[in-house]
């Protein structure tokens, strides 16, 4: 089946950095590419949706200026995280969509702030 | 709007015996449903889907989940649970073909423990 690589898998930053996170369809195009937050013993929260050349859509409460999205081709996204906080601690999961419409996940991305 | 409950926050369950993770969910238009996996620190697996025509669906690992629309449930079941299928469980919901683009939302999950 369609794969969805996210890099790097587990992350740790210190307070104020920059942290970006990528999400790559390895065997077919994404048109459209999603970005999940979630916090532990918690469900998914949707914070945007990327489509390829376009800008990404956020999510109500989602500041755009902190989560920076770039879906830049049809086989990658990247969540960069800016000036990241311990409150962005989080596990980010990518999904992927292409033609057929099948959403396809990334194996998620643990980021830890200190 | 969309939305999807999953009751129980966790589920308990002897080795052998039949599993049951509920959902309900609330569309507006024909409802896409699905169910996911996710094991600790690791990326939702894709379980089973209903789209159309028959209320029962199979799906991996002897998953199966049966569409009621009357009572708008989705529930997802197993016959014989193993240790192994010890995880966090998600349903998820889309209203129509290409709602949104393909947005999906998720209920809050429940945890499956399958003690031996």
């Known amino acids: 089946g369609a794969v969805v690589s996210q890099h790097p898998s587990w992350v740790i930053c210190k307070s104020g950095t920059s942290v970006k996170i990528e999400c790559r369809s390895l065997?077919?195009?994404?048109?459209?590419m999603f970005w999940y937050r979630q916090f532990p013993k918690q469900s998914l929260m949707l914070m945007a949706t990327?489509?390829?050349?376009?800008?990404?859509?956020?999510e109500q409460g989602v500041e755009k200026d902190k989560f920076l999205i770039n879906h830049a081709s049809l086989t990658l996204s990247t969540l960069t995280v800016t000036s990241a906080h311990p409150e962005d601690s989080s596990f980010y999961i990518c999904?992927?969509?292409?033609?057929?419409?099948?959403?396809?996940f990334g194996e998620g991305s643990r980021l830890t702030v200190l | 709007a969309q939305s999807v409950a999953q009751p129980e926050d966790q589920v308990n369950v002897a080795e052998g015996n039949p599993l049951t993770v509920k959902c309900t969910y609330s569309v507006s238009g024909n409802p896409y449903l699905f169910w996911y996996v996710q094991y600790p620190n690791r990326g939702l697996q894709f379980l089973l889907k209903y789209i159309t025509g028959d209320n029962l669906v199979k799906g991996s690992y002897g998953f199966e989940a049966e569409f009621n629309k009357s009572q708008t449930s989705f529930h997802l079941k197993k016959p014989s649970a193993l240790v192994s299928d010890s995880a966090l469980y998600f349903c998820?919901?889309?209203?129509?073909?290409?709602?949104?683009?393909?947005?999906?939302?998720f209920g809050g999950g429940t945890r499956v423990l399958v003690k031996p």
């Open positions: 990327s489509n390829e050349g376009s800008k990404a859509t956020y």
């Open positions: 998820a919901v889309r209203d129509g073909p290409k709602a949104a683009g393909n947005k999906l939302t």
């Open positions: 999904s992927a969509t292409g033609t057929t419409g099948e959403l396809f």
């Open positions: 065997d077919f195009q994404a048109t459209t």
